[in-house]
């Protein structure tokens, strides 16, 4: 079962001048056959999204012609610019539309869908991508464009930023991403207007993105960021944000557009597993934009030095929009123009200094939340999400209490520190986190994550007190796996069918998922949740969310219908979910609860079995591939977190000091 927009990493896609000149053609060829004889270039049956798109593919047409000079194209931008001006402009309001400041002004807007009344709340989105496509048809336009035309689409322009700012209230579905491409529309139309006129259209422009869009970011994982929908990231629209800021950068100068543009790639960066692939935002938890995150990610991965162009695009968007059928779509044409115009190439070199909340070697990566609890593990091509247990979401430590329940230990009560260190061919990272027990008994939890860019080791070392109840390990929820490079769901572990009624499997040896081997030093199992009753929809991977992804689920638990509510916050109403569960080691030195469990290919000649031996400087950790001494929980004079590693027969190997985020 592919999960359906996580494709290829948007790097592997040809951006060279060579290639966007095939797309182009491409595009001229199938709009001279589709153009009517009105001028309409919208593809036929869109019913949506629709009100600026016919002006998108004549600003296409105009960059095809000024980079090949195909003389069948000026007569076709000329036509179907006269349509846009004739047909797509709305000058009275659209009933029902709730976001107006002042009532029948007259100024001109897109519709989302061109009936009256229906659907009106996405006139101000489609109002901003027309201001977008009319702004590039002015800066490629000349020469094709009569006096008359290049006249009537600035007056248009005008109007159409005077709907945006002044009409209707800024940013009404709190969707940043289209409120900095207003600002974008803003600064492109200044360079089309005389002296005062494009003054005052800049500093309207600059003072929307500070005071209502910089002033109005929200924090996540050490980090600012738009919001969008609520949250501080989505992983649809937040890549189309800092392709927003780049063009801003490109037609302003102004610093703080590459400044924000650089703290969202850190941030995206960070969020990153090895592969690509990232879950989580308010609004689209799986899907990915694909070719509108090109010129942000490539511009920006080079001005951080980082590999954000393995970042996995929905490439049935490789270059353009396109219907179900595959047509071409004008919808997002502009952010088509802006990359084949900018000359930025992928940066793709992989970034090797630590950061807060990732750990990443090679094909192994570790994502860590706002509390650095592990929000995705990638190892061996296959990906694990928290699991949930008894309505609690995570990777990390837990008890079962005497009642049947669970408690999971990685809320913090109390700051959370972070040690990285490198030894050779090895990377790690100690997490020390004090949680509060169901018995709001003070617990100091510690969780070392090793990897050599194949395997991951994590150790957790807590003090837990024995009359707490059953200690386990919540070690993930096996969830997709590579496939003819896409991602498909698991749909079975270890032999296990998932949808399976309360199944369990327990081995001493190692659980199988996909190209994954997951090995506990004191047994593993992998369990799947006992739903009652007939309503499994909160339980995943019961019969009646197997066939579903991570996102599709979600959504059945969320508020609002699909496409507006907030599938994470659905996902947090989730009951239990498949589990891997590690057993704590017999034996454990000095009254700890230790958990080893190792994650990575099958090895079939090394053996899992760590030795663990309590110090005078803290708890030292032998494994097959390394050793590592893990300070006290107070850490070092400072409190720091103390952390050491060698590989075998090697000199133990002081940790760097703490990562700051962001890093400038």
């Known amino acids: 079962m592919l999960l359906p927009h996580q494709r290829t990493s948007l790097h592997d896609q040809p951006d060279s001048p060579e290639a966007y000149d095939a797309v182009l053609a491409r595009v001229a060829a199938e709009a001279l056959d589709r153009i009517t004889p009105d001028g309409n270039l919208e593809r036929p049956g869109c019913t949506d999204d ?50 107006l400041r002042l009532r029948d002004s007259g100024e001109p807007y897109a519709r989302y869908v061109l009936g009256d009344g229906a659907h009106p709340i996405g006139d101000w989105p489609s109002t901003v991508w027309a201001l977008l496509q009319a702004v590039n048809l002015l800066d490629i336009g000349r020469g094709l464009l009569s006096d008359e035309q ?27 991403n289209q409120a900095i491409g207003c600002v974008v529309g803003g600064l492109m139309l ?13 500093e309207t422009a600059m003072r929307l993105y500070t005071e209502e869009i910089r002033s109005r970011r929200l924090p996540d994982r050490g980090a600012l960021l738009p919001a969008e929908h ?35 790639a850190r941030y995206i960066d960070a969020r990153l597993s090895s592969c690509g692939y990232d879950i989580g935002g308010p609004r689209y938890s799986e899907q990915h934009s694909g070719f509108e995150a090109v010129l942000g990610l490539r511009l920006f991965s080079r001005r951080i030095r980082a590999d954000l162009g393995r970042y996995r695009g929905d490439t049935r968007w490789g270059y353009h929009a396109a219907g179900p059928d595959g047509a071409m779509d004008g919808h997002f044409a502009f952010m088509l123009v802006w990359q084949a115009q900018d000359t930025t190439r992928w940066y793709r070199a992989p970034r090797t200094s630590p950061v807060r909340h990732q750990l990443r070697s090679a094909r192994v990566s570790v994502s860590f939340d706002n ?56 990377m790690a990272k100690l997490v020390t986190k004090p949680v509060v027990s169901a018995a709001q008994v003070l617990v100091h939890t510690q969780s070392l994550y090793v990897t050599d860019g194949t395997s991951l080791w994590l150790t957790v070392a807590l003090d837990l007190d024995p ?23 698991l749909l079975e572990v270890a032999g296990l069918d998932l949808s399976e009624r309360a199944g369990r499997l327990a081995t001493d040896g190692a659980l199988h998922a996909g190209g994954l081997a997951v090995t506990g030093a004191a047994g593993i199992a992998v369990t799947t949740p006992d739903w009652p009753g007939t309503d499994s929809s909160a339980y995943f991977n019961s019969p009646d969310t197997i066939g579903l992804t991570q996102e599709q689920a979600a959504f059945r638990l969320a508020a609002d219908p699909r496409g507006y509510g907030n599938p ?42 760590p030795v663990f031996e309590r110090t005078d400087t803290g708890l030292l950790v032998t494994t097959e591939a390394f050793s590592a001494l893990i300070g006290s929980p107070e850490g070092d004079a400072t409190g720091e977190p103390v952390l050491e590693l060698r590989v075998p027969g090697g000199r133990l190997s002081a940790a760097s000091g703490p990562p700051r985020w962001p890093s400038k």
């Open 371 to 426: 509390v650095l609890t592990p929000s995705l593990i990638e190892a061996a091509g296959t990906l694990l999400l928290p699991a949930a247990a008894d309505r609690q979401h995570g990777i990390g430590p837990a008890v079962r209490l005497a009642d049947g329940g669970s408690f999971l230990l990685t809320r913090p009560m109390g700051e959370v520190r972070v040690r990285d260190a490198a030894a050779p061919g090895l």
């Open 467 to 489: 009359a707490e109840g059953e200690p386990f390990l919540l070690a993930g929820l096996p969830y997709a796996t590579e496939t003819d490079g896409r991602l498909a769901k």
């Open 150 to 176: 290049s006249g009537a689409l600035t007056e248009l322009a005008c109007g159409y930023w005077r709907w945006l700012t002044e009409v209707t209230f800024f940013n009404p579905q709190d969707a940043t």
């Open 50 to 99: 629709i009100g600026d798109t016919s002006l998108g593919i004549s600003s296409l047409l105009a960059l095809a012609w000024r980079r090949t000079g195909d003389d069948r194209l000026p007569e076709a931008v000329s036509r179907s610019v006269d349509f846009h001006l004739r047909e797509r402009v709305f000058r009275t309001d659209n009933p029902g539309y709730p976001n």
């Open 190 to 202: 200044a360079r089309h207007l005389p002296g005062t006129e494009a003054e005052c259209v800049r």
């Open 230 to 264: 609520g949250g501080a990231y989505d992983n649809n629209y937040g890549p189309i944000s800092l392709s927003f800021l780049a063009q801003a950068h490109r037609v302003s100068g102004e610093q703080v557009f590459v400044e924000d543009g650089d703290d969202i």
């Open 568 to 609: 994470d916050a659905g996902w947090r109403h989730t009951v239990a979910t498949t589990a891997l569960e590690a057993d704590p080691l017999p034996g454990a030195p000095g009254g700890l609860t230790v958990f080893a469990v190792r994650y990575g290919p099958a090895h079939a000649d090394e053996p899992f079995a």
